[in-house]
């Protein structure tokens, strides 16, 4: 079973009740952190989020059967009065809970339904090396990005290329793209770099610390990075018992990868405790 399938299941099972991360990291065996992770990358939001989003509609459809009181759908979905239920409803859904039991009609609510694993993105990927990294900087360009919308990612890389010329002290014929300062809704910063002692004016960096790495390596065309990548976090790495470190996690390309087709192989080094 995908890690992100057993978060969905164990937030359905308990869905009346408040999510508590730590109890729900323990419950698939795996750190808050990694769990997050692999929600905020399947789902595009947070955990906590979506258990919102997911009560309320259940809530919805409750109230539109018109059999029960809203207080007790209300208690029910975790909230300790009507006042505070209406008003989570109207900021999740754009209406009152009262209107919906007036009108009885849900066609204009963006349900929350139970998330579907995306079993089309698990796909075969060897076992990892355990290398240990000396700390070291990346500099290059930066952009914001998210789990649900990574579309900035190639113009940086192209964008990268064309000025690393300017870098100073550059280690040239190694690039790299750093996933860094993720935060809980999923957004994190990419990278797109090289190595480089110091700093470059007009240039980002991202100082990425000494630290143990399980190393994975994608063989075939970059577009199917984003499957490798959904796989290890989702499968492998719980799959073998490995613990990801809080800390960037990055991709590496060196001349195996050819920029130009798009095709070759290409590593991705995760940090692990």
């Known amino acids: 079973m995908a890690l992100l399938e057993q978060i ?84 999740c859904f754009g209406v009152l809970p009262s209107t919906i039991r007036t009108t009885r009609c849900l066609s204009t609510l963006a349900l929350m339904e139970p998330l579907n694993v995306k079993k089309e993105m698990i796909v075969d990927v060897a076992k990892p090396e355990l290398r240990e990294r000396q700390a070291f900087r990346v500099v290059g360009l930066s952009a914001a990005c998210s789990f649900e919308n990574t579309g900035a990612i190639p113009g940086l890389w192209q964008a990268a290329n064309a000025r690393e010329d300017e870098i100073e002290g550059a280690v040239t014929g190694v690039g790299y793209g750093v996933c ?33 790495y399980a190393v994975f390596t994608h063989k ?3 577009s199917d990075l984003p499957k490798t990548v959904y796989t290890i976090w989702n499968k492998s790495l719980p799959d073998l018992g490995l613990e990801p470190a809080k800390a960037p996690d990055f991709e590496r390309y060196d001349r195996r990868f050819d920029p130009e087709t798009g095709r070759g192989a290409v590593e991705i080094w995760v940090p692990i405790l």
């Open 8 to 91: 969905t299941w164990h937030i359905e099972f308990r869905l009346g009740e408040t999510v508590n991360l730590k109890l729900l990291s323990e419950a698939c065996a795996v750190s808050t952190y990694h769990m997050c992770r692999v929600f905020q990358q399947g789902a595009g939001m947070s955990i906590m989020s979506y258990a919102r989003a997911r009560r309320l509609s259940v809530a919805a459809k409750r109230i539109a059967g018109g059999e029960e009181s809203l207080l007790n759908v209300a208690l029910d979905a975790g909230y300790t009065s009507h006042a505070a239920f209406t008003r989570a409803f109207a900021r």
């Open 180 to 212: 860094c300062d993720h935060d809980e809704t999923g957004r994190f910063r990419y990278v797109a770099g090289v190595e480089a002692a110091g700093k470059t004016e007009g240039m980002d960096y991202v100082d990425i610390p000494a630290g143990r």
């Open 220 to 222: 075939g065309h970059v």
